[in-house]
């Protein structure tokens, strides 16, 4: 037996002597991390408390910047596929995953911007790719064009932050008046937000399906009150993208729901120079998570050609 499935199956056996579906999935997700070599680590910057993957390697530094209800997790399958020449550092944005909920605090891009860049100067990083998908995207494009002498390149999957021509399933599912299908509210809820996100949903194990589902609920309201800042902010991104002259490359599943890929269309019209457009076939709102491999494979090719140019 290969030393990882030992290490697995070691985790899961250690879980299962305790009867807590918490527990398991601590299990399962310290064997994720694990498998993908990632370091768990913790700092605490002004109000918030920063929790943050990070691989081993050394190398070209991605910031990896999570979307909407998400986590550094979102990252982690996409992390193993880098080798040595780089490394990954993921973290919980405030109000998200194991960072702090502070009621009455602004959870918009421009504060987020904001304390991911004191998140940076804090574990002392200096130039790195920035990439984010969908509200992770929006941050990472405002961060670029705030502090573009840090970004060596920027790597928007699925981005929010800019008006689609045309209207994604999520929208128009909104303008007549139906739940937003981010927000979950019972585990059928759940359901139906996998497979509205992917087109090939993500293998999840029992126990940690049920743990996502009840935190995903658990969060409704929190979840409503951040998304209901973001709406009142509008198209932050947009608005910045002429001024960002960092080299930017943009992918994109071409079955995503929630934003739609005529986005790419005002991203080559509105940024000079133009971006680099990747398009996945058959790939919902979450490159990464659902193709972690290929996702992984498009930004290493990237960064390297950056390196040859």
């Known amino acids: 037996m290969k030393p990882i499935f030992f290490r697995f199956y070691f985790l899961i056996a250690f879980a299962s002597l305790g009867s807590c579906t918490s527990l398991l999935h601590k299990t399962g997700l310290l064997w994720e991390r694990s498998y993908s070599d990632i370091e768990s680590n913790v700092i605490i910057v002004d109000k918030f408390v920063w929790h943050y993957s990070e691989t081993g390697n050394q190398g070209e530094v991605i910031l990896a910047i999570h979307g909407f209800g998400g986590d550094r997790d979102h990252w982690t399958r996409f992390a193993r596929h880098f080798g040595p020449g780089f490394k990954v550092v993921a973290p919980d944005l405030p109000g998200f995953g194991q960072n702090l ?21 804090a574990i002392d990083l200096k130039q790195f790719h920035i ?25 928007l999957i699925d981005n929010a932050g800019v008006k689609s021509p045309n209207p994604s399933k999520m929208q128009t599912m909104m303008q007549n008046g139906e739940p937003n299908p981010l927000l979950v509210t019972n585990v059928e809820d759940f359901d139906r937000l996998m497979a509205f996100s992917f087109v090939r949903p993500p293998y999840i194990p029992g126990f940690m399906k049920s743990h996502f589902a009840n935190r ?9 009150s951040i998304f209901q800042q973001l709406r009142a902010e509008g198209y932050l991104l947009e608005s910045k993208l002429s001024s960002i002259k960092t080299k930017t490359f943009v992918i994109w599943g071409d079955s ?13 019209q509105k940024m000079k120079p133009s971006p680099k457009v990747e398009i996945m076939y058959q790939v919902g709102h979450a490159p990464m998570i659902e ?10 090719n990237w960064i390297q050609s950056l390196k040859q140019k």
């Open 216 to 224: 995903a609920i658990e969060n409704r309201s929190w979840n409503e």
């Open 256 to 268: 995503d729901r929630v934003i739609d890929v005529s986005v790419t269309d005002v991203l080559k």
């Open 291 to 300: 193709a972690p491999e290929d996702t992984a494979n498009l930004v290493i």
């Open 101 to 121: 909920k502070i009621p009455g605090e602004s959870y918009t891009i421009a504060e987020q911007v904001k304390r991911l860049h004191e998140f940076v100067q």
């Open 131 to 155: 990439v984010g998908n969908s509200m992770g995207g929006h941050i990472a494009g405002v961060y670029a064009a705030t502090y573009p002498n840090e970004v060596k390149s920027l790597i």
